[in-house]
């Protein structure tokens, strides 16, 4: 395995994880990076759903003892793995401003901006869907990522696009997103524009998907229009799953035309060859 950096990782400090820094930052080391970026949950106004595990508070990073714990880590751990600070904000379009602020604030290395939940549904719950086929349920997503990402520009990443797929009701593993070529083509051009990139998220082929998030299409669609800025996750919330498959990302990278990835500091990327 080539790829040193994983950029895309959940500690206790996100709502839905209680695995310890420590314990992310030892697997990592394990595993031959020289890089994590933790990214914590950060979701302004996450919907009330039919959940009990879920409150409007569970993903609201408290930003202080976070950022304290990291500073903490980071220096322990030098000399064995650089540790950067980041998060995955949840973008939803009345809260654009929020998050511009919060991103601000923390001084991260990385953003990554995520689409969690659309005209405040979350697709991963299966009332998404109803009384509507799932391409309609595909194409309102990223008509809601275009427009998210119109109105907040303040991050480094966009993260797991067309992560819609792995919460479809048939339980189907791939979708031919080259149906939704002009609003797929409308987002990856106003990224390129901004020298933004795409999480290469490796979560859904640790789950038994053919695919990373973005699939194949978007991934060479994106490298075709221009697009050179992309960052390798596994979007681990245990420490086991720390840089899952990316032997695999890194070819199916590769296939689509990539020869570097990534690594955010302080919010600019260095180029790394694979
Ligand atoms: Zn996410
Ligand atoms: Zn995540």
Known sequence: ???????????????????????????????????????????????????PELTPDTF??????????????????????????????????????ENRDFCRSLEPDLVVASIHVVKRRDPYYPSFYEGRSEEEAVAETLEETLENIRLFEDFDVLGHMDYIIRYLPSRRKTVDMSAFSPVVDEILKLLIRRGQGLDLNTAPLTRGFP??????????????????????????HKCENVASCFDTAEKEARDCG??????????KPEFIRF
């Open 211 to 236: 695919h990373m998030h973005p699939s194949h299409y978007i991934l060479e669609r994106y490298r075709d229009l221009g697009g050179r800025v992309i960052t390798f996750g596994s979007d681990a």
């Open 258 to 267: 990539f020869e570097e990835y990534c690594v955010f500091r302080s919010r």
């Open 60 to 97: 609201i990073l408290d930003a202080d003892p976070y950022k304290a714990e990291y500073l903490r880590i980071r220096d322990r751990y030098a000399g064995r793995i650089e540790l950067m600070l980041g998060t995955e904000i949840g973008m939803q379009p009345h809260v654009a401003i």
């Open 1 to 51: 395995m080539s790829i040193l950096a994983d950029q895309h990782i959940h500690s206790h400090h996100s709502g839905d994880s209680d695995e310890s820094m420590e314990r992310i930052a030892d697997s990592a080391i394990a595993a031959g990076l020289k890089y994590l970026c933790f990214t914590e949950h950060m979701d302004f106004d996450y919907p009330p759903v039919d959940d």
